[in-house]
């Protein structure tokens, strides 16, 4: 017989992570109709079908045939394709409003936009249903129950099994790491000052503090506030007080992220200012946190190391942790040796995983000690600063007054109507256009650092993907104002001037997922230039990995990136990606500019509306 528990791996691994839940609902050959006490809840798009067929064989194989167990499930499953690690059944009610797929706003059923059939919804009864899913054979009840069951019932929440066992793997893992380790605490003290000479830097120096003596640190901080020289600066340090001849990993969840880390960490390290230090550290290199595991073929939740064979290092550095996922945080931890020391590094403001959980904040949220959080801005002007701070503050009012007063470093184009006009986007028009004009410009004589710089002046970020406010139209929309300007649009596939986005990790050219490029004119024809102005490469089109055009990108794709100046078109007030974590990762995109356009109710949704992700691992732990 079929083991319950891996099927709900199994089949979540499809539901979950390969989208094909949107596909199949969307698709006019569903090969399943839903009837009875779920039916309603498909129609109003709270569940789609496959969430339904997911819930159904997940319980149907322990023989529970109890269709409010059927739709628990179900909306776990939901809860997953959301980023949510659980379900709370008593908050259900109020908390499944929008409709279940990512881009409500754009395309809403009628039924779900006029609201009426969520209204309707046949809740079960509050009492009896929690009893009915506690009782059920699918589902294991408390930390204590079954360990075969594909469900399991603990704090008042409902999880697929697997990811309550993830959680309760963090929550063990991060609770042993907090024991103190005792160093030399005069030498520590001596490398801290040795690395962190200002006074002002009194954080950076309790970073350095809080990894030496504990095996879990937790480094957060914005863009530009150090977190980068603080981890190379550290390294030094534990290699000073722990060493020498530590083995350490630099990773990140994305090659992108990466490979960034290990270029901007070894440059900080070449510029340590004391030959030891230098030469205790060495080169550093990076990875991506799947390939420091060791990925298994026909595998994407096992590694070649886990916690029978852990990873040889002693020290571990893991970057942009706001993308890390609860599974992969769990499968890292495990892998780490329990005597090792592990810094997670990055922003828990930002837009978290696109998978469930998000695992940083929570840890912000529930550890006694070891967080540390870095707050001087060195790269950021003061009025982005604080418009940024603002937004991550919930301070609505002040938002808006900051964008209001605008200046050097904003500018808000406060539209009058959820959809903006022509004329509302004039100086973004001119902008896209002066832009595009030096990028083709560039491209076309063959200028490939002139045209990088020019990718990286401005960028377009959408909420969406489809509708009035999505990449798919403003895209169009810039790219017909760019073939104004510089002549009319090419027929030909690699036109110089065409931004490009990489939309796979290819090893052979070493892009990423996520990178951008720009077609340039070389001598031998067309290539693509990547990487920073002054320091490009030149890929020849066909060994390009998969790429598109990027005239605009959505602001969870700007993840990672920052630009001289950023445009984003926000969608109307209604729309549930409009979020404060949105608005942040968006406005911290940009160096020194950055452009609102949206109206003020769609502001204030942003700023305090959050994205709610269900998880029991935000709660507080013990201190000893
Ligand atoms: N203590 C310091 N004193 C002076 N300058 C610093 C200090 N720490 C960092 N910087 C400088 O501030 C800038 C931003 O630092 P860094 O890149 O480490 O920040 P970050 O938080 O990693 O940013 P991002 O998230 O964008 O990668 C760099 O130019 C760096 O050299």
Known sequence: MTDPSALSATSLAGASLTGTTNSLDASPDVPWRVHGLLAPFVAARVLTSADVHVARRVAGLCGEDDERVHLAAALTVRALRAGSVCVDLAAAPGTVVEPADDEPA???????????????????????????????????DGADGPADRPLRWAGGRLYLDRYWRDEVEVRAQVTDRLAPLP?????????????????????????????????????????????????????????????????????????????????????????????????????????????????????????RHDARQRLPHDVVVVDECSMMSLPLMARLLEAVRPTSRVVLVGDPHQL???????????????????????TREHRFGSELAALARAIRDGDADRAVALLRAGGDAIEWVETAGDVPT???????????????????????????????????????????????????????????????????????????????????????????????GVVVATADGVAVAFGAPGAHRLVATHRLP??????????????????????????????????????????????????????????????????????GLGRPLPSS
């Open 183 to 303: 160093v030399d605490e005069a030498r520590l003290e001596a490398a801290v000052r040795r690395l962190f000479p200002q006074e002002q830097d009194e954080r950076q120096r309790a970073a350095v503090r809080a990894a030496a003596t504990s095996r879990l640190t937790v480094l957060t901080g914005g863009p530009g506030t150090g977190k980068t020289t603080t981890i190379a600066r550290l390294v030094a340090a534990l290699q000073d007080v722990a060493g020498p001849g530590l083995r350490v990993a630099l990773a990140a969840p994305t090659g992108k992220a990466a490979a960034r880390l290990q270029e901007s960490v070894n440059d900080e390290l070449r510029a340590l200012a004391h030959d030891e230090d230098r030469e205790r550290t060495g080169e550093l290199r990076s990875s991506t946190v799947h390939r420091l595991l060791g990925t298994r073929p026909g595998s994407s939740t096992r590694f």
């Open 422 to 516: 022509a004329r509302e986007v004039a100086t973004l028009e001119h902008e896209v256009r002066t832009v595009g004009r030096a990028l083709v410009t560039a491209a076309r004589a063959g200028d490939a650092d002139a045209a990088l710089l020019a990718l990286g002046a401005h960028r377009l970020l959408l909420a969406h993907r489809r509708g009035p406010a999505g990449v798919a139209h403003w895209s169009a929309v810039a790219e017909d104002w760019v073939a104004h300007e510089t002549g009319g649009r090419s027929a030909a596939p690699f036109p110089p001037g065409r931004p490009l986005l990489v939309t796979s990790n290819d090893r052979s050219t070493g892009l990423y997922n996520g990178d951008t």
């Open 352 to 374: 978290a995983s696109v998978e469930a959980g998000a695992v940083l904040g929570d840890l912000v949220a529930s550890l006694p000690r070891g967080v540390v959080e870095l």
């Open 546 to 615: 998969p790429a598109q055009s990027v005239h605009a990108m959505t602001v969870h794709r700007g993840q990672g990136s920052q630009f001289t100046r950023v445009s984003v078109v926000l969608p109307a007030a209604t729309s549930p990606l409009l979020t404060r974590e949105l608005l942040y990762t968006a406005v911290t995109r940009a160096r020194e500019r950055i452009r609102v356009i949206g109206t003020e109710s769609a502001v204030r949704a942003a700023v305090l509306r959050r994205v709610q992700r269900a998880s």
């Open 106 to 140: 754009d395309e809403p059923s009628a039924a779900a936009s006029e609201g009426r059939l969520v209204d309707e919804l046949p809740w079960p009864e509050p009492t009896g249903w929690p009893a009915a899913v506690r009782a059920s054979a699918a589902v294991a």
